[in-house]
């Protein structure tokens, strides 16, 4: 048990201080990918919630290893070398007290972002069931993606059910509501989901940011990744053949629908998921049809963020490969006197 607190520790302080690190990096990167390359900016803030939790991950396991097999000895035996150092904190008053609760709050945290995991899984596999049993299937120009299904829903919604193999459902009102290009429109976005396994992303992204719970840029960067994977939808749904006009169209509909609709307490209710964004998405389609056309990253803009990425990971392994030892030090004295405190 005491490993395990140890390792939770560092994980989350591992994750948190990367976190940090990446937020001023990551906004530049996705602010440089541009209005009209939503996919880039997805990109780029999705690695800004998942890399700290795996370089985390990756901490936790090299000091437990290193602890348990003993390939690196105490930095606090046989003189003092350089490292990060919870040797004071340990010996401080309440020291210890102090370790054994970040220990327990980080476990929490960790125990946290796998339980949102389990659950988001059970939930995406219970609503597509549900909306498989009492959904029929829409006659649509076959193309290739999921399946897509009418609902009798109490309000005007469409949505990607399910992870692995996901469908798309709109309510029966909606369809009603919306002209054949308008409806072909919402099909377009909700396909561009299904293919991008955007319910997946979303469900690392929701276990990220919830393991980096106590950080506020966590949850900043979960908000603009939502709203660059729906603008990256759209994006892709243009870039069918869909035009600006129809989908904003489809939007301005759903955006009017949600404005004071009743909620009815159900269980679907709890599972189906709110319009996403429709107002700031028909805002920045209108835009593009003014300014300029959706559509993806130039080769010189990819040529860019490749540039900017590749020298930001030769920079990370430099200086680890420099200062390894150190790296070690720290993650050992980490591991024991977390250990210690737990003990």
């Known amino acids: 048990m005491a490993a395990l607190l140890a390792g939770a520790g560092i994980l989350v302080a591992t994750a948190a201080a990367v976190s940090l690190l990446m937020a001023l990096p990551a906004a530049a990167l996705a602010e440089t990918a541009g209005e009209f390359n939503a996919a880039g900016r997805v990109r780029a803030w999705l690695a800004a919630l998942v890399v700290p939790a795996l370089v985390g991950l990756a901490a936790a396991v090299w000091a437990l290893v ?3 097999q003993g390939t690196v000895a105490s930095p606090h035996l046989g003189g003092l070398r350089p490292h990060l150092c919870l040797l004071p904190m340990l010996l401080a008053p309440a020291g210890a007290f102090a370790l054994r609760a970040f220990a327990w709050l980080s476990l929490l945290l960790v125990a946290a972002a796998l339980t949102r995991v389990a659950m988001g899984t059970i939930s995406g596999h219970l ?6 049993d009492s959904g029929a299937a829409l006659d649509v120009p076959a193309q290739e993606g999921p399946p897509v299904l009418a609902v009798d829903l109490r309000r005007l ?52 940011a919830t393991l980096l719970l106590l950080l506020p840029t966590a949850w900043y960067f979960r908000r603009r990744l939502r709203a660059a994977v729906e603008a990256a939808a759209d994006d892709a749904a243009v870039a069918a053949g869909i035009t600006p006009e129809a989908l904003s169209g489809a939007l301005r509909s759903v955006e009017q629908a949600a404005n004071g609709a009743p909620r009815v307490p159900s269980l679907a209710a709890l599972l189906i998921p709110e319009p996403a964004l429709p107002a700031e998405r028909r805002a920045r389609l209108e835009g593009e049809e003014a300014e300029a056309p959706a559509g993806p990253m130039g080769v010189g803009g990819r040529v860019r963020a490749l540039v900017v990425a590749g020298i930001g990971v030769a920079l990370v392994v430099v200086l680890l490969l420099a200062a390894r030892r150190a790296v070690e030090d720290s993650l050992f004295c980490a591991a024991e006197q977390l250990i210690a405190a737990v003990s």
């Open 66 to 68: 290193l602890h348990s």
């Open 157 to 208: 919604t469409s949505f990607t059910a399910g992870l692995l193999r996901p469908v798309i459902v709109l309510s029966t009102s909606l369809r009603e509501r919306l002209a054949a290009e308008e409806l072909a429109a919402i099909i377009a976005h909700e396909r561009a989901h299904a293919r991008r396994r955007d319910n997946v992303l979303g469900l690392i992204a929701d276990a990220c």
């Open 127 to 132: 609503l597509r069931r549900m909306m498989l």
